[in-house]
């Protein structure tokens, strides 16, 4: 076994074509290195997967990755056989040919790392394959997943602490890209690391632009943001439901968006032919719900906006975590309104679970809808969620453009008086739409066919816009001071805190919304160039030279092109214009390896 920081230090050189470590890196390398079990919290795009694989490169053996996504395994095998590492994966995806052949190499010792899903680990015929090979440690990737209250359960983590157990010599290594305090403990409970190290890097991703803006035709406001800032990058899109999916990717696709679907309701064949196009191909748009995304290594992911509202912080984290994995400037882009809001309390009203289960649900939406309206930095809120603490970000919303606070309280107990006297005088209850005409003094159809002309609060709102209304609404809402009533298909009604409120004996500050702009929601101060557009006009003219070469070996080898080379390394070399293999040797991301078998074609490319 190699142990020397010298040594891994030379392999991250030589193989991967990092100068140095990032972080914690080192210290975590060279601990699992000598046997020790870890606990590693990192975010995406911080290196975790090094963490493992030089370690497993150090040690005698093979290491063995359990990871949940099989329809992944084959991008990071092929990413490690293009950098000269012995790798392979088993999982239900081979022919039985190519899975004997797999374990053949294994038993030979002829590997230096091993994917395998978890479901597959814990076979009879796989638990006795490992004990038959030599096993050099295993690395337990997306360990949140083994949290029952976390947002990515997989029931078969449960069981991996049976690891320890059957191989008490062989180090484990835990990794994930998002936890809070209770889930770490809860990873350190139920996989039996209770004698490990832990190591708890920042959260912050700091190349990630972070902002939230009000509904108001969100597929259009979609659109501008796409053209505006992302024209023919790559991007997420997250939605709730599959019809919404399916809607937002024909939409964007009828605007000259290359855009795919995914959802459960598709079949096997057509998620992993999406999947695959996404992973390949440059500049196309995956509408999905959150069946999609886990473990995606594709680096060059410009944007992720969500267009509905998630159900946690957690969630929230890590789908936007899968934006600018290689460090250079992404967006992640939220639209959210008051029938958000009213659509999940009534979803957590109606779930069918114990009152324990809707009170932790709930608390997930009240974390959530506290980071939507905050008038302070997102990331401040969004780290302080995982109790990690820093000063205002400057590269969010709130901090490029600073909201307004306003003392909303008179206009709370207008709200809340129309809602009491509907319900106390006339046994009456209405959705948001119906209230807010009746405070703006509007006589619909619906208002004179109830006579609600001649309630007092009739009018007495016609000094705010509907849209300020719909703002109101939704943060008391938000603020538990209004309720869903399930009862009522939506509509509102007073709650505990809304008689403190009524009587003036709180006041209550808002957030003031900006009104409607001619071009929709954008901000004029987070406007983003799209990347490419970002460099020199030479050097823009080699990048897509060199994305160009790119795709063809890509093609070649059957590989997604950022195997052969993430974008923010053709970017460098675009900069650069090495003449030589020693310049070349000083671009992050081109290792020997790299060097001997693409070196004169990038030199030749750039030169051309």
Known sequence: MLSSATDSLGLLQQIFGYDSFRGQQQAIIEHVAEGGDALVLMPTGGGKSLCYQIPALMREGTGVVVSPLIALMQDQVDALLELGVRAAYLNSSQDWQTAREVERAFLA???DLLYVAPERLLTDRCLDLLSRGKVGLFAIDEAHCVSQWGHDFRPEYLQLSMLSERWPAVPRIALTATATTATRHEIVQRLALTDAREFVSSFDRPNIRYRIVEKNEVRRQLLRFIEDEHAGECGIVYCLS???VEETADFLCNHGIPALPYHAGLSAAVRSE????FLREDGLVMVATIAFGMGIDKPDVR???HIDLPKSVEGYYQETGRAGRDG????AWLAYGLQDVVQQRRMID????EDLFKRRLQGHLDAMLGLCETVNCRRQRLLAYFDQQIGPCGNCDTCLEPPEAWDGTVAAQKILSAVYRLWRERGQRFGAGHLIDILRGKLTERVQQHGHENLSVFGVGADLSEQAWRGVLRQLLAQGLLCVDTEGYGTLALTEGSRAVLKGETT???????EKKS???RSTGARRKPELESLPEEARARFEALRAWRAEVARSHGVPAYVIFHDATLREIALACPQSLEDLAQISGVGVRKREAYGEELLRCVRN
């Open 350 to 353: 109606e779930s069918p679970g």
């Open 519 to 521: 071009r929709g929601s």
């Open 274 to 277: 999406n999947q695959a196009r």
């Open 242 to 244: 599959r019809a919404r």
């Open 109 to 111: 010792g002829e590997l």
């Open 303 to 305: 944007f992720v906006a």
């Open 508 to 514: 209550l500050m808002l957030r003031r919304e900006p």
């Open 328 to 331: 250079l400037p992404a967006d």
